[in-house]
């Protein structure tokens, strides 16, 4: 992009990432340098010894997992019945989907908690799966099934005529193909589910239950707010998220691409 670009255009557009990365940066340092003051590095050490933070991080994981599982299956599934195979009122069944999408989460607490209640899934790890499911299953079918019309037609109809079933196409072909973009879906919905306080917080009243974004509660109270301890929780609770960014960051670059390319 520089490269086309003359010398002050340069200098201009070099300055404004350098900004652009200096104010995302800077938050970050803060949180780092702020979470080794007083204690130092014990302040880690005292999050993780003086709270169940592996209980808790067992818990996150499970629901976060799960979670991400039961989207990616929803959605690939919604994007090949859609995109793919295009039964009857499947049109009207994609905008009833997309229009979760226009749902502020906050909205739908009162209703969850009260059909929560009714299934019997309070204080369970459904309680909290769910919810998180229901709610990401509409960027991700939105997402899936404009990478999946983006493939080539005849691809579906050559494995047709070779005598491949619809089920053998999708799962022996399709997933394959879509790898790129359920890295994608996987990253957003698992940064979602792993990030999620509310609901674990109004579903979940079992402490053996609860999962890691609730351990920075445990340095806080009416009269003492323990600002480094509260940040080192926070910095442990993101380690797992830059950790799967970093192991699928290939398949994300190539997911989040495919649309330019195509």
């Given at each position: 992009m520089f490269?086309?670009?003359r010398i002050a255009g340069?200098?201009?557009?070099q300055g404004l990432v350098i900004i652009a990365l200096a104010l995302l940066i800077a938050p970050l340092v803060m949180i780092v340098v702020t979470s080794v003051q007083g204690q130092g590095l014990d302040n880690y050490l005292v999050v993780v010894s003086t709270t169940p933070f592996l209980r808790f991080l067992l818990n996150s994981v499970i629901v976060s997992v799960s979670t991400v599982v039961l989207v990616l299956v929803c959605s690939i599934a919604t994007a090949y019945a859609v995109a793919t195979l295009r039964p009857r009122g499947s049109s009207v069944a994609m905008v009833l989907i997309l229009g979760g999408m226009t749902l502020p989460g906050i909205a739908l607490v009162v209703p969850l908690f009260y059909a929560a209640q009714l299934l019997g899934f309070l204080n369970t790890y459904w309680a909290v799966i769910v919810p998180l499911t229901a709610?990401?299953?509409p960027f991700?079918?939105?997402v899936a099934t404009n990478y999946v019309r983006g493939l080539p037609v005849?691809?579906?109809e050559a494995a047709r005529v070779d005598g491949a079933s619809n089920w053998t196409y999708f799962v022996r072909i399709l997933i394959p193909l879509a790898r790129p973009i359920l890295a994608?879906?996987?990253?957003?919905?698992?940064l979602s589910?792993?990030?999620?306080?509310l609901l674990p917080l109004i579903l979940v009243q079992n402490t053996d239950l609860q999962v890691l974004t609730q351990v920075p509660t445990y340095f806080q109270s009416q009269r003492l707010v323990d600002t480094p301890k509260i940040f080192a929780a926070s910095v442990l609770i993101s380690l797992p998220v830059v950790l799967a960014y970093v192991l699928m960051q290939r398949l994300f670059r190539q997911g989040m691409s495919a649309g330019a390319l195509k």
């Open positions: 490269s086309h670009q340069r200098i201009i557009s709610i990401s299953i991700g079918a939105l005849e691809l579906y994608v879906v996987a990253i957003f919905t698992f589910a792993w990030n999620e306080y």
